[in-house]
């Protein structure tokens, strides 16, 4: 009998003996019992397992020596036992996660290429690193999970971004494949198999261990060769560099160690946001290692400088929480303070701000230790956490209240200085200067700086001459860079012609300009609600060079996308011209609506008097009128194919804010004792997706998707490689779908709810060379998308652009099929780093907003917290930390999701997602993870 199955079958005997006798004594266990039990529980396995086993019980067949011991940690039907330590706190981090998704209509995929069956991995999550040979590949929840077979004998389930190394078919795929994906195994043929993957993944291990003890014995100090010179600035190195620098000619498994020696150093190296794709550390500042050196060494003491630190802050702290209280209606400001800071207190300060950076779990926290003994030292009783040191900073007027953490992250590496003032914004401004002042001579290469001596694609240009070209955006926009027009198809009754007309900054601007490189690593524009850092500089973009705008004062380049649409709402012929675009007509999205709808979509302000209704300022043409009618009406064609296809759209509610104005002359993060008072106005309004996709804003939405298929088409036709988006099918049984098909309303929108019920995940959304399919906007696989409406605001479609142009010039592509193959790995990790902290910025602001209401709820409005009801978006699950039930949930009359806590047994036992129920807030916190938690309204 396996010792396993014998400890199974003791503890079963031993908890059933202790049970009954509590439940006769009508009393529970106690932690110290339950230990004792599990003690002697040990105690008679251990005896038990030196013994022969009885008679009756067999032995794996044919396991001796080391295969004996491999197959006791195997888990087996006969062998049942409680996931491992390791294991249990390697989840830990999943488990206890709040709201994981607030892009519920698609889930970007996975930044690699599936592990195949063999694939030796090693995972990192919550402090834990473990090895094993990945089995096979399941989406659960819209993530990929890679079902491994770890070292330790057991099935893991890990995420695929939890793989931070890899090494194809160390195992045979049959092999890896016979273990079975099931967590236990139920035969010998699984059992022999996972036998020998366990032997090769130890061989494996024994290899590493070998070599990381060389790299140790060889004393090379990696850091001060590979750090900065400047003691402030961080530095980049990678795995095979420093791999070169224990040996000139490193091996796989000397790679391996190197990587886990970094690893395992975090306070001089952090792993790259892309580690997986580029093996990549940012190595810290020398004067950031000293810092967390000088408050570890503090935090050891008992009476030192982070004891005299809190008896000045802790005063500091409730004056000017107090302060902040009662000038929260002021205009921003910001004044000298009468307090002053030590040399040691500033320190600490720049400690804690240089702490609230988001960090993954793969890597030991080199500031938990310094945060611990400093939050503690202010508040004895309080959590340490980033929400506390976020607070901290506020409270210690080092951030002002409305200060945007989210711009501080240090790998979108922004120009935080005020734009006016910025030495870096002034060396690009006198760029563009040169660039544009002095072009270089015919016939001459084009240097780093140097523009195109004249529009590549001058004699190919259609003018467009009187055709109006409606430019429709936002009131508040900047970039008006896209405008659409139509005409009617002569001899075609009810089929027409959609143009969309870019800004071809292309014809401009050659890719191997520095603005060009620079964007290119840039990748895409990033708007923050209270600032922007565009893709160009503003002084290139708003230089009147043609190219770079639609405006109605010039004549602009456009390259101009232009598609043919038949009744049916299909796309039957697509092309692609360079134009030149004259009669601009620009528009508001209120105005056109107005005009059209006769009003505007449906806005709610949960926390402030709603604005004055828009009203229509002017009279628009017949013709305007007439154009702006079809392509409403083209708008409607194009849904309803899209629906005929069975996509299903996801409807929920979305958030905005608006008419925030920064403050001025705020020096905010500052290391300078001061007095913040005041917080900046702004409103906060909600609307649904259904909604906003209606209108004007729909028209505008279709005819770039339009634009986008048409780019992939003509690619396509003309075999040139560009960039295209995918998206798999939302997955669910055929009996789900159909029921999801008949909620939809008329614009083929479902309550997001309802999906999240009937639906196994997702749609996944990728990047490809290829024209593969795009579930979610109908496109069928062969036709592609091809992103290319914003090249003044997304990289890869400046590079469409790009391929476009030379594809019309009958020249080679400036890009191979390698090229973008290797940009593509790179951009999907990229916009997985941008589009969550985008998300997280909104987040934080949407939950400003409600924490500024709870604080001082206003009585000329509705109180919008009475009555709030949550929608049941995932069936609840265990936090590891609080032992309690908790669920997501999103309410939406504050467009906001949460985490709904509280949740008992019995409630879990009847759970229904999409049901609806009344909540009340629980608390808020903000930080680098900013979380609402609600819980069920009590009643009264």
Not at 129 to 156: A, F, K, N, P, Y
Not at 177 to 200: F, G, P
Not at 312 to 339: C, F, G, M, V
Not at 707 to 735: F, G, K, N, Q, Y
Request: hydrophobic letters at 40%; glycine letters at 4%.
């Amino acid at each position: 009998m396996h010792r396993v199955a014998l400890a199974r079958a003791v503890r079963i005997k031993c908890a059933r003996s202790f049970s009954v006798s509590c439940i006769r004594h009508n009393r529970t266990i106690s932690p110290a019992e339950y230990g004792a039990m599990t003690e002697l529980t040990e105690k008679i396995v251990d005896i038990a397992a030196k013994q022969e086993p009885p008679e009756g019980w067999a032995h794996t067949p044919d396991l001796m020596g080391t295969e004996k011991r491999l197959g006791s940690a195997i888990q087996t039907v006969d062998s049942f036992r409680l996931p491992s330590m390791e294991k249990r706190v390697f989840d830990l981090a999943v488990n206890t996660a709040s709201v994981s998704v607030d892009n519920w209509a698609e889930e970007e995929g996975s930044s690699e290429a599936s592990f195949a069956p063999g694939t030796f991995i090693e995972v990192r999550r919550n402090n834990v690193s473990s090895h094993g040979v990945v089995l096979g590949e399941v989406i659960q929840e819209s993530r990929v999970h890679i079902i491994s077979l770890m070292t330790g004998g057991d099935v893991w389930d890990p995420l695929r971004e939890d793989v931070m190394f890899s090494v194809p078919s160390l195992v045979p795929p049959d092999l890896a494949r016979r273990c079975s994906m099931e967590e236990i195994a139920t035969d010998d043929i699984q059992l022999n198999a996972r036998i020998k993957v366990l032997q090769h993944t130890r061989q494996v291990e024994r290899a590493v261990e070998a070599a990381t003890a060389d790299l140790v014995r060889k004393g090379i100090d990696v850091y001060s060769l590979v750090k900065s010179h400047d003691p402030d600035n961080w530095a980049t190195t990678t795995v095979a560099e420093v791999a070169r620098l224990f040996n000139r000619n490193p091996t796989l498994v000397s790679i391996f160690a190197t990587h886990k020696y970094l690893m395992d150093k975090s306070e001089y190296f952090v792993s790259d946001h892309a580690y997986l794709l580029n093996q990549t550390f940012d190595v810290r500042p020398a004067s950031h290692i000293e810092t967390i050196r000088r408050v570890a060494e503090w935090s050891r003491q008992r009476d030192g400088p982070i004891q005299d630190f809190a008896k000045r802050a802790i005063p500091i702290i409730s004056a000017q929480r107090k302060l902040h209280s009662e000038t929260r209606a002021d205009t921003p400001s910001q004044r000298p303070a009468q307090h002053t800071w030590t040399p040691e207190d500033i320190t600490i300060l720049k400690f804690l701000h240089q702490s609230l950076q988001p960090k993954r779990t793969i890597q030991m926290d080199p500031y938990s230790i310094g945060q611990s003994a400093i939050l503690r030292t202010l508040n004895p009783g309080q959590e340490v956490d980033d929400h506390e040191i976020h607070m901290a900073l506020v409270d210690l007027s080092v951030y002002a209240p409305w200060q945007d953490i989210y711009s501080l992250r240090r790998t979108l590496n922004l120009d935080l200085e005020d734009p006016k003032t910025s030495a870096k914004a002034q060396a690009t401004d006198a760029l563009v200067q040169r660039s544009l002042s002095k072009p270089p001579a015919a016939g001459v290469p084009l240097g780093p700086e140097d523009f195109y001596v004249s529009d590549p694609l001058d004699h190919l240009r259609h003018d467009f001459g009187n055709m109006p070209i409606y430019v429709i955006d936002d009131s508040s926009a900047q970039e008006r860079d896209d405008g659409v027009s139509v005409e009617a198809v002569p001899g075609e009754p009810d089929s027409y012609w959609i143009h969309v007309h870019i800004a071809d900054p292309a014809s401009v601007i050659p890719p191997t300009h520095i603005l060009a490189q620079r964007a290119e690593k840039q990748s895409q524009t990033v708007y923050f609600m209270h600032r922007t850092w565009p893709l160009f500089p503003k002084s290139l973009m708003f230089s009147g060079r043609r190219g770079f705008s639609l405006s109605n004062q010039v004549s602009n380049n456009v390259l101009t996308f232009s598609s043919k649409i038949n009744p049916a709402g299909d796309l039957v012929e697509s092309i692609i011209r360079p134009g030149i675009a004259r009669n601009i007509v620009q528009l508001t999205y209120d105005a056109v609506d107005l005009a059209l709808l006769g009003k505007t979509i449906t806005r709610f302000y949960p926390f402030s008097p709603p604005p004055p209704p828009p009203t229509l300022k002017h009279n628009f043409p017949e013709q305007h009128l007439a154009d702006l009618r079809t392509l409403l009406m083209l708008r409607t064609r194009l849904v309803k194919n899209r629906s005929n296809k069975g996509v299903i759209e996801p409807n929920v509610e979305s958030a905005s804010i608006e008419d925030y104005t920064p403050p001025q002359n705020i020096e905010s993060p500052t290391m300078q004792p001061s007095e913040f008072r005041g917080f900046p106005e702004f409103s906060y309004w909600t609307s649904s997706i259904d909604q906003i996709t209606s209108g004007a804003r729909g028209l505008v939405g279709e005819a770039m998707k339009v634009a986008c298929r048409t780019a992939s088409l003509w690619c396509v036709r003309h075999d040139v490689d560009i960039i295209r988006r995918t998206a798999t099918p939302l997955a669910a049984t055929p009996e789900n779908l159909e029921q999801l098909r008949a909620l939809r309303d008329k614009d083929g929108y479902v309550d997001v709810a309802f999906i999240t019920a009937l639906a196994s995940s997702m749609p996944l959304a990728d990047y490809s060379v290829t024209p593969d399919s795009h579930w979610s906007l109908g496109v069928a696989d062969g036709e592609g998308y091809a992103r290319a409406t914003s090249p003044l605001r997304r990289f890869c479609d400046l590079i469409g652009h790009y391929q476009i142009h030379r594809a019309l010039l009958k020249e080679k592509s400036y890009f191979s099929s390698a090229y973008l193959a290797d940009y593509i790995k790179w951009l999907k990790r990229d916009d997985v780093l941008k589009k969550r902290t985008e998300n997280l910025h909104d987040r934080f602001w949407a939950l400003i907003a409600l924490r500024r209401w709870l604080e001082a709820p206003r009585t000329d409005i509705p109180d919008p917290l009475e009555n709030l009801q949550a929608i049941v978006m995932r069936l609840p699950r265990l936090n590891s930390v609080t032992n309690t039930l908790q669920s997501e949930v999103r309410i939406p009359a504050l467009a906001i999701s949460a985490s709904l806590v509280g949740i008992t047994v019995k409630q879990a036992q009847n759970w229904r997602i999409a049901a609806s129920m009344p909540v009340e807030i629980d608390r808020i916190q903000l930080g680098v993870r900013p979380s609402l938690f609600v819980r069920n309204q009590k009643v009264s």
